[in-house]
């Protein structure tokens, strides 16, 4: 009988070599493949949220909810609630994927503050501050925001006056594909002014306004926007201030400088 012959050391740490080569191969490409179908998934979220959009307008003369200035005592004019009745409480479109780890909130349905914001993690909601101490469900936690500027507001709000909010989604003499109605967010709505720049350092939260949209969650220094025609499309981040975020946003801003993050 013929002896059985074993790998010897060397034979096993050319094929361990081998391996270590194909993987640093097509690591890349696998974490690009991977990148780019979490890039699909989030643009079909936010066309979906186009549906639901359309579909509450239609019941409602073409008319957007008045955000949380109407009745202080009614949170139903908030687009979480608004919507309630169009999205149910399944949660599968609130968050994109590079951004959908619960347990990454910076602030717990309760209102408490638990971690840090980050553009890497979905919001959670402030109760006593934003819903008048009306509990939130388990579902009240993304990572979309909607341009407050679209609310149907019912006096001056934020420094912008009344008649400046889009409040219809049939606007004339203005192209629609322009407008931003929802987007990758680091809070659950937005209200960004001209004059702001984007921060210094990526993620790092600064307010409501250009901060909670100028983000990196797709390293690629774009966010994915839903427009008022309900198309849906990645949008570089210079570009953010060129967008048509009120009526009477300026149409020759002036650009900020940019930091370095957002200059690969």
């Known amino acids: 009988m013929s002896k059985f012959k074993g790998f010897t050391l060397i034979e096993l740490l050319v094929v361990i070599a081998i391996i270590a080569i194909l993987l640093a191969i097509t690591g890349p490409g696998l974490r690009i493949a991977k990148g780019r179908a979490k890039q699909v998934i989030c643009l079909s979220n936010l066309s979906q949220w186009g549906k639901l959009f ?21 949170r139903d004019g908030q687009w979480m609630y608004a919507l309630r009745g169009y999205t149910g409480f399944s949660h599968k479109i609130w968050c994109c994927p590079e951004a959908s780890n619960k347990a990454l909130c910076p602030i717990d349905p309760w209102g408490n503050v638990q971690n840090e914001f980050t553009s890497k993690s979905p919001w959670g909601h402030i109760v006593h501050l934003q819903h008048a101490g009306y509990a939130t469900e388990e579902e009240d936690y993304g990572s979309y925001g909607i341009n407050s500027y679209v609310y149907n507001v019912p006096v001056t709000s934020m420094g912008v006056a009344k008649e400046s909010f889009w409040a219809k989604s049939t606007n004339a003499n203005v192209s629609l594909s322009s407008i931003p109605v929802f987007m990758d967010n680091m809070w659950c709505e937005s209200w960004p002014l001209p004059n702001e720049g984007p921060p210094q350092i990526e ?43 009120h009526r009477d946003w300026p149409k020759n801003v002036v650009e900020p400088h940019w930091p370095q993050w957002m200059e690969r």
């Open 54 to 74: 359309s579909a509450y307008l239609t019941d409602n003369d073409d008319t957007f909810m008045d955000g949380w200035f109407g009745n202080p005592n009614d």
């Open 203 to 245: 993620g790092r939260w600064g307010g409501y306004g250009m901060h909670s949209v100028c983000i990196d969650r797709h390293n690629g220094v774009y966010i994915n926007i839903l427009f008022m025609d309900w198309s849906v499309r990645k949008t570089d981040l210079k570009q953010l201030w060129r967008l048509k975020w």
